[in-house]
């Protein structure tokens, strides 16, 4: 039986039309159509490493490529945008079967879609991508699709904390992920600890006068500042004291840096950044190798908190994440040259570029990044005023926040993203009046370096 009603199409018209290109006419008779017209569906908990051929690819580009999509039933060969709110049952009982969970497949899109899931498989087989588990056998993990990067930190946090309960971070964090830990969290008894975790004896001493800490969030490296924190010795230091590690992956990507190989217990990504690619969808993912927590209490409260993307943004990302590894290749290559050239510049106090020897944790970002990244900041002499002349003078990169995409993008936290923020309070965190945040894009190099030096000239 094919997967489409049989037709047959009988033309009606009067002879003169007969060779004529358009028939005037048409008439359409179904000729069979069975009445169990197969609904596939499609597996939405089956993770892998694998492509649609079943084949096991051993490059990451590959997996880039294949990994997570499944043959469409009508055999599109890029997986349709599901644009569908529910999925319908051919008989009450299997409605029943599937909300019982005895059956697997789709029931409604706040829940899952396909679009989600080619994208969360895709995003788990990159990030187990060659390692295994404890057993030896290849890392499964879950993944769920989130509306947006902070969408995403919020399952993590609901799902794993309860009042009472700490968390541990770095002093240099994502603005939106500080407000949420201190200030939306405590309303709800949940507070935050927060310390140098660039210094593992600072990191053992907090864990020992706080008790109640029960999650280490890291984000390495970090946004804006480009810290980077020790993902092996602070994971080895959360597990001797059962606390859950879970790590912000937006800025190093699955390319540049596994934190699962370290023992992890979650992995976080703004997927609105490099794993899109081309800033044409907000989104998040929070992936976690626990199957069981993932998809029972994680997964519950995801769909009872309504912070689901969407098929068409999950399709955009799904597009993006194809060249993942040719895009961060050429990023990684690009920002190198640029953190190179902006230290020669006597208009420049200080470059922020983990591939740097200069950079105070080059050493910790060469131990656990496949290379440095595409970002980096640097410190503008002559403040604010030299800040805001600098990006007015930008011709080709572009002026705005977010990062990650293909075109360079340049921002200045203190007249933009911080300037809400008072300046002795982000001076504590790096974020000086003269800090400049650097995305570095895919354009040549040659063009990148010109519009930077007349602008700093
Ligand atoms: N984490 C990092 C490192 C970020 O840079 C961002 C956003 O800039 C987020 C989390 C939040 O993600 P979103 O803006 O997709 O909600």
Same mark, same amino acid.
């Given at each position: 039986m094919g997967l489409v009603p049989e037709v047959e199409i009988i033309y009606i018209c009067p002879n003169s039309y007969? #060779? #004529?290109?358009?028939?005037l006419n048409i008439a359409f008779k179904i000729i069979k159509m069975d009445k169990s017209f197969p609904r596939p569906t499609v597996p939405i908990e089956e993770t892998s490493q694998e492509g649609s051929s079943g084949r096991a690819l051993s490059g990451f580009g590959s997996a880039a490529l294949h990994a997570g999509h499944k043959t469409d039933p009508l055999y599109s060969h890029v997986t349709p945008i599901?644009? %569908? %709110?529910t999925f319908v049952y051919d008989e009450a009982e299997q409605g029943m079967r599937r909300f019982s969970g005895e059956e697997k497949g789709y029931i409604y899109s706040r829940w899952g879609n396909p679009n989600f899931t080619e994208a969360e498989e895709k995003i788990s087989a990159l990030e187990a991508f060659s390692l295994n588990d404890e057993t030896g056998k290849p890392l499964q993990l879950k993944a769920l699709l989130h509306a947006s990067g902070m969408a995403a930190l919020t399952t993590l946090m609901v799902s794993n904390l309860k009042k009472g309960d700490k968390i541990l971070s770095h002093f240099s964090l994502y603005s939106g992920l500080e407000e949420l830990i201190t200030k939306i969290l405590p309303q709800f008894g949940i507070e935050p600890v927060i310390v140098d975790l660039r210094d593992l004896n600072k990191a053992a001493e907090a864990i020992k006068t706080n008790p109640g800490i029960k999650l280490m969030h890291l984000e390495t !490296? @970090?946004?804006?500042?480009?810290q980077c924190v020790d993902l092996e010795e602070l994971t080895k230091l959360a597990k001797e004291n059962n606390l859950l590690v879970s790590v912000d992956n937006t800025f190093a990507t699955p390319y540049l840096?596994? !934190?699962?190989?370290?023992?992890?217990d979650f992995v976080f990504h703004s997927t609105t950044k490099f794993l899109n690619g081309h800033g044409t969808a907000i989104g998040g993912i929070l992936i976690g190798k626990d199957l069981e927590k993932m998809n029972g209490p994680v997964t519950k409260t995801y769909r009872i908190l309504g912070v689901n993307s969407n098929p068409f943004d999950a399709f955009l990302l799904g597009l993006g994440l194809k060249t993942l590894e040719l895009r961060m290749e050429r990023h990684c290559q690009n920002a190198m040259e640029v953190a190179r050239f902006l230290e020669?510049? %006597?208009?420049?106090a200080r470059v922020n570029y983990?591939?740097? @020897?200069?950079?105070?944790?080059h050493a910790i970002a060469m131990k656990q990044m496949k290379h440095p990244g595409g970002m980096l900041s640097f410190e503008l002499k002559g403040g604010i005023k030299n800040g805001i002349n600098f990006m007015n003078k930008l011709n080709m990169c572009i002026r705005t926040v977010s990062l990650g995409t293909a075109e360079s993008i340049l921002c200045h936290p203190a007249s933009?993203?911080?300037? @809400?923020?008072p300046k002795e309070h982000r001076e504590k965190y790096g974020?000086?009046?003269g800090l400049i945040r650097m995305s570095v894009g895919l354009e040549n190099l040659q063009d990148i370096l010109a519009d930077l030096e007349q602008a700093l000239e």
């Amino acid at each position: 039986m094919g997967l489409v009603p049989e037709v047959e199409i009988i033309y009606i018209c009067p002879n003169s039309y007969r #060779n #004529n290109f358009f028939p005037l006419n048409i008439a359409f008779k179904i000729i069979k159509m069975d009445k169990s017209f197969p609904r596939p569906t499609v597996p939405i908990e089956e993770t892998s490493q694998e492509g649609s051929s079943g084949r096991a690819l051993s490059g990451f580009g590959s997996a880039a490529l294949h990994a997570g999509h499944k043959t469409d039933p009508l055999y599109s060969h890029v997986t349709p945008i599901y644009a %569908s %709110s529910t999925f319908v049952y051919d008989e009450a009982e299997q409605g029943m079967r599937r909300f019982s969970g005895e059956e697997k497949g789709y029931i409604y899109s706040r829940w899952g879609n396909p679009n989600f899931t080619e994208a969360e498989e895709k995003i788990s087989a990159l990030e187990a991508f060659s390692l295994n588990d404890e057993t030896g056998k290849p890392l499964q993990l879950k993944a769920l699709l989130h509306a947006s990067g902070m969408a995403a930190l919020t399952t993590l946090m609901v799902s794993n904390l309860k009042k009472g309960d700490k968390i541990l971070s770095h002093f240099s964090l994502y603005s939106g992920l500080e407000e949420l830990i201190t200030k939306i969290l405590p309303q709800f008894g949940i507070e935050p600890v927060i310390v140098d975790l660039r210094d593992l004896n600072k990191a053992a001493e907090a864990i020992k006068t706080n008790p109640g800490i029960k999650l280490m969030h890291l984000e390495t !490296p @970090a946004n804006p500042t480009m810290q980077c924190v020790d993902l092996e010795e602070l994971t080895k230091l959360a597990k001797e004291n059962n606390l859950l590690v879970s790590v912000d992956n937006t800025f190093a990507t699955p390319y540049l840096q596994q !934190p699962f190989r370290y023992g992890v217990d979650f992995v976080f990504h703004s997927t609105t950044k490099f794993l899109n690619g081309h800033g044409t969808a907000i989104g998040g993912i929070l992936i976690g190798k626990d199957l069981e927590k993932m998809n029972g209490p994680v997964t519950k409260t995801y769909r009872i908190l309504g912070v689901n993307s969407n098929p068409f943004d999950a399709f955009l990302l799904g597009l993006g994440l194809k060249t993942l590894e040719l895009r961060m290749e050429r990023h990684c290559q690009n920002a190198m040259e640029v953190a190179r050239f902006l230290e020669t510049q %006597s208009t420049i106090a200080r470059v922020n570029y983990t591939g740097l @020897a200069s950079h105070p944790d080059h050493a910790i970002a060469m131990k656990q990044m496949k290379h440095p990244g595409g970002m980096l900041s640097f410190e503008l002499k002559g403040g604010i005023k030299n800040g805001i002349n600098f990006m007015n003078k930008l011709n080709m990169c572009i002026r705005t926040v977010s990062l990650g995409t293909a075109e360079s993008i340049l921002c200045h936290p203190a007249s933009m993203t911080h300037h @809400a923020i008072p300046k002795e309070h982000r001076e504590k965190y790096g974020i000086t009046d003269g800090l400049i945040r650097m995305s570095v894009g895919l354009e040549n190099l040659q063009d990148i370096l010109a519009d930077l030096e007349q602008a700093l000239e």
